[in-house]
């Protein structure tokens, strides 16, 4: 399948980079909110 939308390698190596920058941030603001919750996202 082509893409619709075609993107650069660059792009979508940033895209990867803040969406892991984003995922960590949320675990570390769940942890606050509740430290029994576990998230095992790897």
């Known amino acids: ?3 619709l939308l ?3 390698i660059d792009e979508a ?3 990867l980079r803040t969406a ?3 995922v960590d941030i949320t675990i570390v603001w769940v942890k ?3 430290p029994q ?3 095992d996202i790897d």
């Open 32 to 34: 606050k909110d509740n």
């Open 1 to 3: 399948m082509i893409p």
């Open 37 to 39: 919750l576990r998230l």
């Open 20 to 22: 892991g920058e984003f």
């Open 13 to 15: 190596k940033n895209a």
């Open 6 to 8: 075609p993107v650069s």
